[in-house]
């Protein structure tokens, strides 16, 4: 017992040992407090039927400054796509960074069109008393619309188009994905008789059902297949009616072609 206390010991003295040589011979910066975007790549949301969000773009310095310093974002229309005053203006342009921080941000709004739009917004950072380093010197800011899918209806019923002529229609009961809030699992996008309506063939029924994951963008619509035969879909949602109208294809037939499938809230 004595033997097995003293190899416990030792652990754990060589434990902490090792954990004291990590945390002195972890690197510190001891350079200028110089200006950086702490994100080069950023996304400002607005949410959908709500005109304009505002968004904070972010920066940082290497080092806490020292007193207070005055920065400026500066827009560079030449590497964007948005235009100043008419998808987004600028709320707040100049932030003071306070003595002692190593964050600070800045305020736009931006206009729902443009977020629909995606379009894109490029800034740089400007002030007469830091300077700036050698790297994280533009952010791209993208707009994009979001759509919160609230009280959004797990039941459906589809109809299907195919052949110019209505096959069967079905029932289809989502699935959440998990970790996700805008991904639902369908067991058939089709439906169970679709194949054996296409072919004549009742043999068919229950059989080749086409599932999948269905991913709502905003009104915009992808189906990815979860068999190799599927070639997936796109398609539109409609928040106002919840309506998904969403063209799959295939290569389970020697033929090509494609089957529309119009999912109604139930």
Same mark, same amino acid.
């Not at 400026?72 to 707040?92: K, P, R, W």
């Not at 932030?95 to 800034?123: N, P, Q, R, Y």
């Not at 707009?143 to 919160?148: A, G, H, I, N, T």
């Given at each position: 017992?004595?033997?097995?206390?003293?190899?416990?010991?030792?652990?754990?003295?060589?434990?902490? @040992?090792?954990?004291?040589?990590?945390?002195?011979d972890?690197?510190?910066?001891?350079?200028?407090?110089?200006?950086?975007?702490?994100?080069?790549?950023? =996304?400002?949301?607005?949410?959908?039927?709500?005109?304009?969000?505002?968004?904070? *773009?972010?920066? +940082?310095?290497?080092?806490?400054?020292? +007193?207070?310093?005055?920065?400026?974002?500066?827009?560079?229309?030449?590497?964007?796509?948005? *235009?100043?005053? =008419?998808?987004?203006?600028i709320?707040? +342009?100049?932030? *003071?960074?306070?003595?002692?921080?190593?964050l600070?941000?800045?305020?736009?709004?931006?206009?729902?069109?443009?977020?629909?739009?995606?379009?894109?917004?490029?800034?740089?950072?400007? /002030?007469?008393?830091?300077?700036?380093?050698?790297?994280?010197?533009?952010?791209?800011?993208?707009?994009?619309?979001?759509?919160?899918?609230?009280?959004?209806?797990? =039941?459906?019923? *589809?109809?299907?188009?195919?052949?110019g002529?209505?096959?069967p229609?079905?029932?289809?009961?989502?699935?959440?994905?998990?970790?996700?809030?805008?991904?639902?699992?369908?067991?058939?996008?089709?439906?169970?008789?679709?194949?054996?309506?296409? @072919?004549?063939?009742?043999?068919y029924?229950?059989?080749?059902?086409?599932?999948?994951?269905?991913?709502i963008?905003?009104?915009?619509?992808?189906?990815?297949?979860?068999? /190799?035969?599927?070639?997936?879909?796109? +398609?539109?949602?409609?928040?106002? @009616?919840?309506?998904?109208?969403?063209?799959?294809?295939?290569?389970l037939? =020697?033929?090509?072609? @494609?089957?529309?499938c119009?999912?109604?809230?139930?």
């Amino acid at each position: 017992m004595k033997n097995i206390f003293k190899i416990l010991s030792a652990i754990i003295v060589l434990g902490f @040992t090792a954990v004291a040589c990590k945390y002195d011979d972890e690197p510190t910066y001891e350079g200028n407090s110089l200006l950086e975007f702490d994100k080069t790549e950023q =996304t400002a949301f607005v949410v959908l039927n709500k005109n304009s969000a505002d968004y904070l *773009v972010t920066y +940082g310095v290497l080092k806490a400054v020292d +007193g207070d310093h005055n920065v400026e974002l500066v827009f560079d229309s030449s590497q964007s796509t948005a *235009v100043l005053g =008419t998808d987004f203006t600028i709320v707040e +342009g100049t932030d *003071v960074l306070k003595s002692g921080s190593v964050l600070g941000d800045f305020k736009i709004k931006v206009t729902e069109a443009a977020a629909e739009a995606g379009k894109v917004a490029v800034f740089k950072l400007k /002030s007469g008393t830091l300077g700036n380093a050698i790297f994280n010197q533009e952010v791209v800011v993208t707009f994009k619309l979001s759509c919160p899918l609230n009280n959004f209806p797990l =039941t459906y019923d *589809v109809d299907v188009i195919a052949f110019g002529d209505n096959a069967p229609s079905h029932q289809q009961v989502f699935t959440r994905v998990a970790g996700t809030d805008n991904q639902f699992k369908v067991n058939s996008s089709w439906g169970p008789t679709f194949v054996a309506w296409a @072919t004549e063939d009742p043999s068919y029924n229950n059989q080749y059902l086409h599932p999948g994951v269905i991913t709502i963008n905003c009104r915009n619509v992808t189906f990815k297949s979860d068999v /190799s035969w599927g070639k997936g879909g796109t +398609g539109t949602y409609d928040p106002n @009616t919840g309506i998904i109208d969403i063209v799959v294809g295939q290569s389970l037939f =020697t033929s090509p072609f @494609t089957a529309r499938c119009i999912f109604k809230p139930h």
